[in-house]
C-alpha cells in the first residue's frame, strides 16, 4: 500500500513539473524543438498564437499568427503564403543556424524557411511569440540576447503596431506588404504598398506596374491631405527619415486591438474591435472617394471630390487638349497658359489647401526656413514648386519639385504650395487686382463724394439761417481776403501763388476743366501743389467757392486729394490742393 502511494505521488509530482514547465515556456521554442500542427504557442499576455490552420472549406494549411483573445478568427501573418500543405502532417521548428523552418513529414522536405544568414554558426536559438504578434528568433549564446530574425521584417496583409513600414538603408531591405489572392488563398494577390525613397519618401499602392494610389509626403503631423490624427489615447504615429532607415510606425497607447488590413481588393483599411459587438469596424478607408485615385487629373490638374466634374486645371494653366477635357477624360493634364522665362524674374503664386503633389522628382531639407526654400527654387530655373516641409509650429523644412506636379488634391486639410509662373502671368494678375482696387476705390470715393455734397448744402443753409453778414476780412496790403472762420486752413497771397506757378506759366498747366485751369506749382518750402484757378466764365459765384473751401477743409479724407489752402484776391478765386504724381484716376480707369 505504502510503494502504491508513493507511485501516485511519484506520477503526480512529474506531471505536474511538466505542466509547469510547459505553462512557463508556452510562448518560446527551443532549438530543435519540433511542434507539431495540432500544437500551438501563445504569446505571454494570450493576445496572439502561432499554429497551422486553415481557411474555411480548404484543406490547405499554414502556419500562422492570429488573434487568440477575439471570437473572429483574424490572421495576421503567415508563413508558407505559397507553399501550403495538403494534410495535417506538418511541424514547425527553430535550427541550430537559427532558421525557422515547416516541415512536411509526409513529403519529409522542408516546406517554407526564414532563411535568416548568420555568420555567427555558434548561436544557442530561441523563437518566442511577443504580446505585439512580432515572432522573434534570438541568439542566447552570450549574455545579452541580440536578433537573428523577425515576422515583423516580413510583411503580409496586415500592419500591426510596433512594425517599421519603409526600407532599412544600412542593409538595403525592404518592408512593404502584399494583399492576398483571395479571401481564402493568403498567397501574393495583385497590389503591392510599398514606400517610395526616389526624392522625398512617400507611400505608393500599385496593381502590377500601374500606379493605383499615393499618400501625399509626410508633413509632421500625418500625411499630406489626409485628415490628421490629433493627439488621441488610442495611438501614436511618426515617420522617420534618417541616413539610417525610413520608415512609418503607430503604436498602441492603450488596450485597444488595432491594425491596418490590406484586403485582397486592393483597400487598405485601419480597423478597430469592438468588444460589445464582436466585429472589426472600419475607422478610416484611405482611398474612400474618386479623387483618392492617382494622378485623376494629370500633370498640373488638381481633383476636388465636392466639384462636378472634380478635375480643373490650377490657376495659371489650362486643359492641354481641351476636347479631351470636355469628355471627362483629364489624364492629359494641364499647360501653363504663358511660357516661363527664368531670366525675366519668374515669380510664385500661392496655392492653399491643396494635398502636396508626386515627390518623386523632387529635393529636401529639413533644416531649411520657407524664405530659403523660395530662394534656392528662385535660383534654379528647374524648380517648379516648393513648398514647407513639416507644417508644425508655424512651419520648417523645405520640399522642392523638379518635374511637372503630379496628383494635387484640393482638401480642407491641405497645405500652401507655392507654383513657379511666368513673370507675364504675374504682371497680368497684378493689373486685373488693380483694376479691382481701383474700382473699389471708386465705388468709396462716389459715395464719399456724395457725403460731401450733403454736408455743404447743410452747412451752406445754416450758413443762410445764421446771416451774419461779411464772414471774411480784407488784406489792406495786397486787396486779398481771408476768411476768418478758417483760421487752420492756410491763406495764400496771390504773389505767393503767382510765384510757385511762376506767374501761371502754360508750361505749368496740367490739366483744365468746366471750373477753369489747373497748374503745377512748386511752393517756397519745395513742396509740390496744385493749383485750382476759377474761371471767369464759370458758373460759381463768391458764395459758391466760399461754401466749397469751408466743406472741402472741414471733411478732409484719405481717399479725397488735400486740401492745403486758398486764395481769394479781387476776381481772383484759387484753391491749393497737394500734388498727386501718379496721374488722375480716370488714367486708370480708361488710360
Not at 500625418?222 to 510606425?249: A, H, M, R, T, W
Not at 485601419?270 to 483618392?292: L, P
Amino acid at each position: 500500500m505504502g510503494i502504491h502511494c508513493n507511485s501516485i505521488f511519484l506520477l503526480f509530482s512529474t506531471a505536474l513539473f511538466f505542466l509547469l514547465s510547459s505553462s512557463t515556456a508556452v510562448d518560446t521554442i527551443s532549438a530543435n524543438q519540433t511542434i507539431k500542427d495540432g500544437n500551438t504557442i501563445v504569446s505571454h499576455g494570450g493576445t496572439f498564437e502561432l499554429g497551422f490552420f486553415s481557411l474555411r472549406n480548404s484543406k490547405n494549411r499554414y502556419l500562422g499568427i492570429w488573434y487568440k483573445k477575439i471570437s473572429v478568427f483574424t490572421v495576421v501573418w503567415v508563413a508558407n503564403r505559397e507553399t501550403p500543405i495538403t494534410d495535417t502532417s506538418g511541424e514547425y521548428k527553430v535550427g541550430g543556424d537559427g532558421n525557422l523552418m515547416v516541415l512536411s513529414t509526409g513529403a519529409n522536405t522542408v516546406i517554407w524557411s526564414s532563411n535568416s544568414t548568420v555568420s555567427d554558426r555558434n548561436l544557442n536559438p530561441v523563437a518566442q511569440l511577443l504580446e505585439t504578434g512580432n515572432l522573434v528568433v534570438w541568439d542566447r549564446s552570450s549574455t545579452e540576447k541580440s536578433l537573428v530574425w523577425q515576422s515583423f521584417d516580413n510583411f503580409g496583409d496586415t500592419f500591426l503596431p510596433g512594425m517599421k513600414f519603409g526600407k532599412d538603408l544600412e542593409t538595403g531591405r525592404e518592408r512593404y506588404s502584399t494583399s492576398w489572392k483571395s479571401p481564402d488563398d493568403p498567397s501574393p494577390g495583385r497590389y503591392l504598398n510599398w514606400v517610395d525613397t526616389k526624392g522625398y519618401p512617400q507611400i505608393f499602392r500599385s496593381e502590377g506596374l500601374i500606379l493605383q494610389s499615393r499618400l501625399g509626403p509626410w508633413n509632421g503631423l500625418g500625411f499630406s491631405g489626409l485628415p490628421i490624427d490629433l493627439p488621441n489615447p488610442n495611438y501614436s504615429s511618426e515617420f522617420v527619415v534618417n541616413q539610417k532607415e525610413i520608415y512609418f510606425k503607430y503604436e498602441l497607447l492603450s488596450s485597444v486591438l488595432q491594425r491596418i488590413h490590406f484586403t485582397w481588393e486592393g483597400k487598405t483599411l485601419q480597423m478597430h474591435w469592438i468588444e460589445r459587438t464582436q466585429e472589426w469596424v472600419v475607422y478610416a478607408d484611405i482611398d474612400a472617394d474618386s479623387c483618392g485615385r492617382y494622378a485623376i487629373c494629370g500633370p498640373y490638374g488638381s481633383c476636388n471630390i465636392n466639384k462636378r466634374p472634380p478635375c480643373s486645371c490650377i490657376k495659371g494653366f489650362e486643359p492641354r487638349i481641351p476636347e479631351e477635357w470636355k469628355a471627362s477624360d483629364w489624364s492629359s493634364g494641364c499647360r501653363r497658359k504663358r511660357p516661363l522665362n527664368c531670366g525675366s524674374g519668374d515669380g510664385f503664386r500661392k496655392i492653399s489647401g491643396v494635398k502636396l503633389p508626386d515627390t518623386q522628382r523632387s529635393w529636401y531639407n529639413l533644416s531649411m526656413t520657407l524664405g530659403e526654400c523660395e530662394m534656392s527654387c528662385r535660383k534654379n530655373c528647374s524648380c517648379t514648386a516648393y513648398a514647407n516641409l513639416d507644417i508644425r509650429n508655424g512651419g520648417n523644412g523645405c520640399l522642392l519639385w523638379f518635374d511637372k506636379l503630379m496628383d494635387i488634391r484640393e482638401c480642407d486639410v491641405g497645405q500652401d504650395l507655392y507654383i513657379r509662373i511666368a513673370a507675364s502671368e504675374l504682371a497680368k494678375a497684378h493689373k486685373k487686382n488693380g483694376v479691382l482696387t481701383i474700382a473699389m476705390s471708386t465705388s468709396s470715393a462716389v459715395l464719399l463724394l456724395f457725403a460731401v455734397a450733403y454736408a455743404c448744402r447743410k452747412k451752406k443753409k445754416r450758413l443762410r439761417k445764421k446771416g451774419k453778414g461779411n464772414w471774411y476780412g480784407v488784406d489792406k496790403n495786397n486787396t486779398s481776403v481771408r476768411m476768418e472762420d478758417l483760421d487752420e486752413l492756410p491763406f495764400f497771397s496771390l504773389r505767393e501763388v503767382a510765384k510757385a506757378t511762376d506767374n501761371f506759366s502754360i508750361n505749368n498747366k496740367i490739366g483744365e476743366g468746366g471750373f477753369g485751369p489747373v497748374y503745377k506749382g512748386v511752393l517756397e518750402d519745395g513742396q509740390e501743389v496744385a493749383v485750382k484757378r476759377l474761371s471767369e466764365t464759370s458758373q460759381q459765384g463768391l458764395d459758391e467757392f466760399k461754401n466749397e473751401v469751408i466743406c472741402i477743409a472741414k471733411l478732409q479724407h484719405r481717399n479725397l486729394v488735400k486740401l492745403l489752402g486758398y486764395c481769394i484776391h479781387a476776381n481772383e478765386l484759387i484753391l491749393i490742393y497737394e500734388y498727386m504724381m501718379n496721374k488722375s484716376l480716370d488714367s486708370f480707369l480708361f488710360g
